[in-house]
């Protein structure tokens, strides 16, 4: 038996980076199945046991570079999920029809709860092996990678009792060539789809900064004397956004000399910059990442929100603070932040002519992931859900040496970029620095003659954010549910009462982990309650009041500008007498029209019907269709865009590139009485 099981682990670790065969996966557990036959419930628990110490020590021999106990520690701990999943399949028949859906749900259910227990850890699901196989990954937008994962076990298992020669093979087998075809065209097609979107030029720097000198003060500024020299050399490629590392400022942005060169930088370089940066707040410390503009003005910081166990902080410190003594590599003192930000950016062109220069604005939303980050799904999807048309992933794998770690954390940006439809920037101190587009292709990365990690240079290349909101990004994990819950039920059929009662409480405890990801952060303590109640919604607010037309505050005294709307405002002040004087119109009838603005802003935000004009025909320049309504003063406001918490009004006269097209719809309007339509105002 014993063999089997060191045969399956080898097999599947062969299929992650650095081996990269990735075709091994689909066949990798068959002899584990062979090792699991006629042993006991105990016998299947160690032998899923062993597997799991195999499998996670050849994934994760790299940490032994940073710490050898905590290494242990960690692959004891992630071993008990292949444990978990043979106890599981013990349950079964394994010739039951209804094994075939429950042995690849009970995976899935095992990997669900080491992706969040304990703060999680989703490293090296079995979906990630197939993170270069583009086809079959495409799933992910419908189901997330637990859906991948499932299709691997399927298949393993279905050849399994294929060997075996069961009654009902052939059956089986025509089962999964079914559901195995059906996925395969479906990301084919999802590969091919084009979807419409403007281009964004983004640059990356990797400065490759060893760990030893990264926070020796004598080295402060030959660090940012080499970034900015890189940047400089970016430039070249003309880009919209410059992206630095996590921790790439070598100190406090604050500090007068880092702050001098890093804005200086961004002014004289006509870009934006998203550096990664410590930052101090009153007696709060942060990992961050601050956006910079080409004015070099400090716009938004974002403060990472999932800290890195016993890296950035120690959990339940007061009981495992001697834990800091076995780790010879210094461990952070930093707190969580609780802003899901999503940076809002405006970048202009400048397009010369032959009669005149003209300039085109283009807003673009998104947001920051710092070090390991990427691989919580659900922090990705959150960021997405709230406005982010792009994700850009900081971090510094130094501390892992030149081994397959940084490519096996690129997996992970590699799944949510297919989940969410969104590219993936990564900016990595020593690599793997790259560009991934929404098909989860890696289009671009930084290498020389040295090869892709340890080596210092910079990629530029165009995204496409897109404007889009997949199956997952909606909806979530809810493929990995319905597996959970398939297991539960195969479960209380056939367990006596108390295992019954003791699953239920398991679930429901795992249930109120998952609850509180990406809504609630404790600091310092993990705190699990029941998953009943009232959830803070981001995407269902109140609005109390709105301030005017484009400004409106919220039931916790928040106050949210939609971006881009550009409304007459409601009460009197000089530059509305100014706008008066200029468009030759009565302030009183602007205010007026204000709160009109006001009263639609208000309602639909509110979620309350609003008089909208469609024209099915035709599309914008995202291939969205388009909805207009039409304010008192010939104000177009594209409804569509509000709703997704990303909108634009474009003004009579509309200084946008489709002016012909807004100026018939507005003439239809007025000659039809259409909309909200009022020629007196």
Known sequence: MLWKIIFSAFLLILAYPNFNLEYLAWI???????????????????????????????????????????????????????????????????????????????????????????????????????????????IADITGAYGVSFLIVLVNFGVYLALKKTPKRFYILFFIFILFSLTWTYGQNRINYVYPARGLKVSVIQGNIPQHIKWDPSYKKFIIDKY?????????????????????????????????????????????????????????FFNSATLISDKGEVLQNYDKIHLVPFGEFVPFEKLLFPMRAFIDKPIG????????????????????????????????????????????????????????RFLVNITNDAWFGKTAAPYQHAQGSIFRAVENRTPVVRAANTGLSCIIDHKGKILKSVRTGKGQIFVEGYVAGMIMPTFTKTFYTRFGDVFSWLCIVLVLFGLVRRSPKPVQILILALILTHASSVYGEDEIHYREKFKFGFPFGKKYNYDNILVTRVIDGDTIELQNRERVRLIGIDTPEVRFNPKLKRDAKRTKKEYEAIIAMGKIAAEFTKNLVEGKKVKLEFDIEKKDRYGRLLAYVYLADGRMLNAELVKEGYANVYTFP???KYVDMFLELQREARENNRGLWDENG
Do not use: M
Not at 340 to 353: G, L, N, Q, Y
């Open 28 to 138: 990798a557990l068959i002899p584990l199945f062979f090792a699991l036959e006629n042993k006991n419930i105990k016998q299947r628990f160690v032998a899923g046991y062993i597997f799991g110490v195999i499998f996670f020590s050849g994934i994760l021999y790299w940490l032994t570079n940073v710490t050898v106990p905590g290494t242990i520690i960690l692959i004891l701990l992630l071993s008990l999920a292949p444990a978990i999943f043979c106890l599981l399949y013990a349950t079964r028949r394994a010739s039951s029809l209804y094994a075939i859906i429950f042995v690849p749900s009970a995976w899935v259910l095992t990997e669900n709860l080491r992706a969040h227990l304990f703060t999680g850890f989703p490293w090296a699901l079995l979906a990630h092996s197939q993170s270069l196989n583009l086809p079959v990954i495409q």
């Open 228 to 284: 900015c020299a890189l940047t400089k050399e970016s430039l070249k490629e003309n880009p919209d956004l410059v992206i630095w590392p996590e921790t790439a400022v070598p100190g406090y942005l604050e500090e007068p000399y880092l702050k001098r060169q890093v804005l200086d930088l961004a002014k004289s370089g006509n870009t934006h910059l998203l550096v990664g940066t410590l930052r101090e707040e009153g007696y709060e």
């Open 654 to 656: 509309p200084n946008v």
């Open 333 to 388: 003192d930093f707190d969580r932040g609780s802003e899901f930000t999503v940076f809002k950016a405006v970048f202009s062109d400048v397009i010369p002519s032959p009669r005149n220069i003209q300039k085109t604005t283009r807003f673009h939303s998104f947001s920051a992931l710092i070090c390991f980050e990427d691989i919580f799904p659900g922090l990705s999807r959150h960021l997405v859900k709230k406005g982010a």
